[in-house]
């Protein structure tokens, strides 16, 4: 512990540091904090519409306007902010410059300047429940004229303030802060992975979940550049009277669409490919085994960034698109599950006839794969075909297939990470029997909410409807059980969750401490360090002579041969 | 493991600021391709625009470029300065860069001056009480654009400005002019594609 003297207080480590593990703790807390929020949401909006009579505490009984914008902000919050706060942020600054064997990130200032971004975000979101409007019910994908709201167009708020203090702005004004968070940092993690490799490291060593951090952030600024440009003329449209998505001015509404989908779709894959870096990381650390086909993936992930920037209007199947171009764009959807199909079997076959270690993130792990692939990823073909989709678009299905694919990838993933490097950068060991639980109780009421809303899907049941009571074929037979089911399903779900969070902050202050800095015996450098790694990173700088993944080499007298060390 | 400084783990196999650099002007020029993209989009739908066209200054535009591409070559000077380590030179040359983004700026808010008064505004309410629904968004556009073009004018001078000051203060940093010129060359760039789209196609 070379810098163990450089005592950091409180307010220094939490708003001030440049160190960028204390920034991945920011980003993670930050994050952990506003996604409570966003689970607390579902649960309301899932009580109500199962019970929808039900006075609930604090939020009393929910009427259409609350229901749309509690489902707004659940899923504003959990895309924009919790996926990409956690998977993207939080742990490419916890990763990376460990991973790389240096001391911090390219730009250490920048770095944390992106976070005061972040949080001022937050903060810009938070505000805009305390508006007039008390929250934005516009729906999360913010599609014209329904984020413009109650302004219109028209003369009901004319004053310049009324229309600015609004939900509607506040919260168009937080997610164009986030972008700007989010392209900073994405500045930084490409620069520090091509300038700051240890020496000897080449970029075909670099651990995997670092280069799908950085393909993502990429992908992430090819993408969104466009949707900046619309926010900028939703903001204009409703502070400033124009009328880019007015239609009744010969503004396209549609227009929003094409901007907020080109982001959107790209944007499922840019919090995919975080996760799907993270599983390579514990998987071949627990299958003993290298990696399957590393340039491969490298090569299919990159040809599914190209394609990812083609297939966003199959959001748009229903809203009026040429239906020659739902052809073209329904072929390339499906074509882009293979690139996923081969990344997903080179993991597949990674595991094969491994010397498995059932470990607790190695739990995670394998589920994510399980729901992603099976349940996620086959009703995205499903949906991406256009003749399908006209039937199930706006229904459960729709609701019930994303939820497949975000909740294996954040919450199973992330939770993969977080149970796998919760030690090296505590010290402490997390209380496995607590995490078991978590792991379970996850497991099983995830599936309890997911699989009844495909069945309601099928049935007929629309998404985005404050209560289905007064549709009487959906009020009949089973549909109103399995709803009962998908919301105490979703209820526990949301409380599991708090397993997880007592046991994170228990255990890291009372937990026990760690007895080794390597402890699944992995061979990537952040595991050659102290644990937690000092300020600094590595007392000497490591040099790398081998790739990311040699497990049960024949020539070595342990089962591992990490990265640094010469053979 | 062996004893490595830290200054020679780095191997900087591409600058590290010029990367930095690189790699924000590509996600900058995705922004203005999402507008581009609208305005061509729009363009060829509404006829209605052509004639909006007409109403821009043409003459103001063409100086304007002009005064943008004769500030890229005055920053080319100063990165030719900068290599020389000549920081009189380099003082001359970027101020003569912030004298044209002023200059840029001045014909702008002229031009912009002439279309208010003429009823062409963001929103364009006169257009609109004469029924020209289509053709205020032309205006709209147009000053999104160029709107959002001369805030990076202002935000390139700024940063030659304090990159400018910085060296004379502390004679280090050379390499800060190369980076912020890039920046200003993106800034003219991104002017070369707007000024025929919005000045000279009728």
Same mark, same amino acid.
């Given at each position: 512990?070379?810098?163990?003297?450089?005592?950091?207080?409180?307010?220094?480590?939490?708003?001030?540091?440049?160190?960028?593990?204390?920034?991945?703790?920011?980003?993670?807390?930050?994050?952990?904090?506003?996604?409570?929020?966003?689970? =607390?949401?579902?649960?309301?909006?899932?009580?109500?519409?199962?019970?929808?009579?039900?006075?609930?505490?604090? $939020?009393?009984? =929910?009427?259409?306007?609350?229901?749309?914008?509690?489902?707004?902000?659940?899923?504003?919050?959990?895309?924009?902010?919790?996926?990409?706060?956690?998977?993207?942020?939080?742990?490419?600054?916890?990763?990376?410059?460990?991973?790389?064997?240096?001391?911090?990130?390219?730009?250490?200032?920048?770095?944390?300047? %992106?976070?005061?971004?972040?949080?001022?975000?937050?903060?810009?979101?938070?505000?805009?429940?305390?508006?007039?409007?008390?929250?934005?019910?516009?729906?999360?994908?913010? +599609?014209?004229?329904?984020?413009?709201?109650?302004?219109? +167009?028209?003369?009901?708020?004319?004053?310049?303030?009324?229309?600015?203090?609004?939900?509607?702005?506040?919260?168009?004004?937080?997610?164009? #802060?986030?972008?700007? %968070?989010?392209?900073?940092?994405?500045?930084?993690?490409?620069?520090?992975?091509?300038?700051?490799?240890?020496?000897?490291?080449?970029?075909l060593q670099v651990p995997m979940v670092v280069w799908m951090i950085v393909i993502a952030s990429v992908l992430f600024m090819f993408s969104v550049g466009p949707l900046v440009a619309g926010t900028f003329m939703l903001l204009l449209d409703i502070n400033a009277g124009t009328g880019f998505y007015d239609a009744s001015r010969g503004g396209d509404p549609l227009l929003w669409e094409h901007l907020f989908w080109f982001f959107g779709h790209p944007e499922v894959y840019v919090i995919l490919l975080p996760g799907l870096g993270i599983l390579a990381e514990v998987i071949t650390t627990n299958a003993r085994k290298t990696l399957f086909g590393y340039n491969l993936i490298l090569v299919l992930v990159l040809i599914a960034m190209?394609?990812?920037?083609?297939?966003?209007?199959?959001?748009?199947?229903?809203?009026?698109?040429?239906?020659?171009?739902?052809?073209?764009?329904?072929?390339?959807?499906?074509?882009?599950?293979?690139?996923?199909?081969?990344?997903?079997?080179?993991?597949?076959?990674?595991?094969?006839?491994?010397?498995?270690?059932?470990?607790?993130?190695?739990?995670?792990?394998?589920?994510?794969?399980?729901?992603?692939?099976?349940?996620?990823?086959?009703?995205?073909?499903?949906?991406?075909?256009?003749?399908?989709?006209?039937?199930?678009?706006?229904?459960?299905?729709?609701?019930?297939?994303?939820?497949?694919?975000?909740?294996?990838?954040?919450?199973?993933?992330?939770?993969?990470? $977080?149970?796998?490097?919760?030690?090296?950068?505590?010290?402490?060991?997390?209380?496995?029997?607590?995490?078991? #639980?978590?792991?379970?109780?996850?497991?099983?009421?995830?599936? !309890?909410?997911? =699989?009844?809303?495909?069945?309601?899907?099928?049935?007929?049941?629309?998404?985005?409807?404050?209560? +289905?009571?007064?549709?009487?074929?959906?009020?009949?037979?089973?549909?109103?059980?399995?709803?009962?089911?998908?919301?105490?399903?979703?209820?526990?779900?949301?409380?599991?969750?708090?397993?997880?969070?007592?046991?994170? =902050?228990?255990?890291?202050?009372? !937990?026990?401490?760690?007895?080794?800095?390597?402890?699944?015996?992995?061979?990537?450098?952040?595991?050659?360090?102290?644990?937690?790694?000092?300020?600094?990173?590595?007392?000497?700088?490591?040099?790398? +002579?081998?790739?990311?993944?040699?497990?049960?080499?024949?020539?070595?007298?342990?089962?591992?041969?990490?990265?640094?060390?010469?053979? | 493991?062996?004893?490595?400084?830290?200054?020679?783990?780095? /191997?900087?196999?591409?600058?590290?600021?010029?990367?930095?650099?690189?790699?924000?002007?590509?996600?900058?020029?995705?922004?203005?391709?999402?507008?581009?993209?609208?305005?061509?989009?729009?363009?060829?739908?509404?006829?209605? /625009?052509?004639?909006?066209?007409?109403?821009?200054?043409?003459?103001?535009?063409?100086?304007?470029?002009?005064?943008?591409?004769?500030?890229?070559f005055f920053v080319v000077k100063a990165h030719e300065a900068a290599l020389k380590k000549n920081i009189g030179k380099i003082k001359f040359w970027i101020w003569l860069t912030i004298l044209c983004a002023l200059i840029f700026l001045g014909i702008k808010a002229y031009e912009y001056t002439h279309e208010i008064h003429a009823g062409f505004t963001l929103s364009s309410p006169a257009l609109l009480a004469?029924?020209?629904?289509?053709?205020?968004?032309?205006?709209?556009?147009?000053?999104?654009?160029?709107?959002?073009?001369?805030?990076?004018?202002?935000?390139?001078?700024?940063?030659?400005?304090?990159?400018?000051?910085?060296?004379?203060?502390?004679?280090?940093?050379?390499?800060?002019?190369?980076?912020?010129?890039?920046? /200003?060359?993106?800034?003219?760039?991104? /002017?070369?594609?707007?000024?025929?789209?919005?000045?000279?196609?009728?």
């Amino acid at each position: 512990m070379s810098m163990a003297h450089v005592k950091k207080g409180f307010w220094h480590r939490f708003f001030f540091s440049l160190d960028h593990k204390d920034i991945g703790l920011q980003y993670l807390i930050t994050t952990m904090f506003i996604a409570f929020f966003a689970g =607390i949401f579902a649960m309301v909006f899932r009580i109500h519409l199962a019970y929808p009579d039900v006075s609930i505490p604090l $939020f009393g009984t =929910i009427g259409p306007k609350e229901y749309n914008i509690l489902v707004t902000n659940h899923g504003l919050i959990m895309v924009l902010w919790l996926s990409m706060g956690v998977l993207l942020a939080s742990a490419g600054n916890f990763l990376i410059p460990v991973m790389l064997g240096t001391d911090d990130m390219a730009f250490p200032k920048l770095n944390k300047l %992106s976070y005061w971004f972040f949080l001022s975000s937050v903060l810009v979101l938070i505000a805009s429940f305390f508006m007039p409007q008390k929250g934005f019910g516009g729906g999360w994908t913010l +599609y014209p004229p329904l984020s413009v709201g109650d302004f219109g +167009y028209n003369t009901a708020y004319k004053s310049f303030a009324g229309r600015f203090f609004s939900s509607n702005t506040f919260v168009l004004l937080a997610v164009a #802060l986030e972008f700007v %968070s989010l392209l900073m940092g994405g500045i930084n993690f490409m620069v520090t992975l091509f300038n700051k490799r240890a020496k000897g490291m080449g970029l075909l060593q670099v651990p995997m979940v670092v280069w799908m951090i950085v393909i993502a952030s990429v992908l992430f600024m090819f993408s969104v550049g466009p949707l900046v440009a619309g926010t900028f003329m939703l903001l204009l449209d409703i502070n400033a009277g124009t009328g880019f998505y007015d239609a009744s001015r010969g503004g396209d509404p549609l227009l929003w669409e094409h901007l907020f989908w080109f982001f959107g779709h790209p944007e499922v894959y840019v919090i995919l490919l975080p996760g799907l870096g993270i599983l390579a990381e514990v998987i071949t650390t627990n299958a003993r085994k290298t990696l399957f086909g590393y340039n491969l993936i490298l090569v299919l992930v990159l040809i599914a960034m190209v394609l990812s920037l083609m297939v966003w209007a199959h959001h748009q199947f229903v809203a009026g698109i040429d239906p020659r171009a739902a052809t073209v764009f329904s072929i390339l959807t499906i074509i882009i599950s293979l690139p996923f199909a081969g990344v997903i079997l080179s993991f597949l076959a990674t595991l094969w006839k491994s010397n498995l270690r059932l470990t607790l993130p190695m739990k995670w792990a394998l589920a994510a794969i399980v729901l992603f692939t099976i349940l996620g990823g086959f009703t995205g073909l499903h949906l991406g075909a256009a003749l399908f989709d006209v039937y199930a678009h706006d229904t459960s299905f729709v609701v019930a297939h994303f939820h497949y694919t975000l909740i294996p990838v954040v919450l199973f993933s992330g939770m993969a990470g $977080f149970y796998h490097w919760f030690n090296k950068f505590s010290g402490r060991e997390l209380n496995r029997f607590l995490g078991n #639980l978590h792991f379970w109780l996850t497991f099983i009421f995830f599936n !309890g909410f997911g =699989i009844p809303l495909f069945l309601l899907g099928l049935a007929g049941q629309p998404r985005r409807y404050a209560g +289905y009571d007064h549709i009487p074929y959906l009020s009949e037979g089973h549909l109103p059980l399995l709803r009962e089911i998908a919301t105490i399903s979703a209820i526990i779900l949301v409380l599991s969750q708090f397993i997880f969070v007592f046991n994170f =902050i228990w255990s890291a202050f009372k !937990g026990k401490k760690i007895s080794s800095t390597n402890p699944w015996e992995s061979t990537t450098l952040e595991w050659q360090t102290d644990s937690p790694p000092p300020h600094g990173n590595f007392e000497v700088y490591p040099v790398v +002579y081998h790739g990311p993944y040699e497990y049960n080499r024949p020539d070595t007298e342990k089962d591992y041969l990490p990265q640094n060390q010469k053979l | 493991m062996n004893t490595l400084s830290i200054s020679k783990i780095a /191997w900087n196999r591409i600058p590290q600021a010029r990367l930095a650099m690189w790699t924000l002007i590509a996600g900058e020029f995705v922004i203005f391709g999402g507008l581009i993209v609208t305005y061509l989009l729009n363009r060829m739908k509404y006829p209605g /625009w052509g004639e909006m066209a007409m109403h821009t200054n043409v003459i103001a535009g063409t100086i304007n470029t002009f005064v943008l591409l004769t500030s890229s070559f005055f920053v080319v000077k100063a990165h030719e300065a900068a290599l020389k380590k000549n920081i009189g030179k380099i003082k001359f040359w970027i101020w003569l860069t912030i004298l044209c983004a002023l200059i840029f700026l001045g014909i702008k808010a002229y031009e912009y001056t002439h279309e208010i008064h003429a009823g062409f505004t963001l929103s364009s309410p006169a257009l609109l009480a004469q029924g020209k629904h289509v053709e205020t968004l032309y205006w709209s556009l147009y000053y999104t654009m160029t709107g959002l073009h001369g805030l990076h004018v202002v935000a390139g001078a700024l940063a030659l400005f304090f990159v400018m000051r910085n060296i004379s203060k502390t004679g280090t940093h050379f390499h800060r002019i190369e980076v912020a010129g890039l920046y /200003w060359h993106m800034v003219d760039i991104i /002017w070369i594609f707007l000024f025929p789209l919005i000045y000279l196609i009728h």
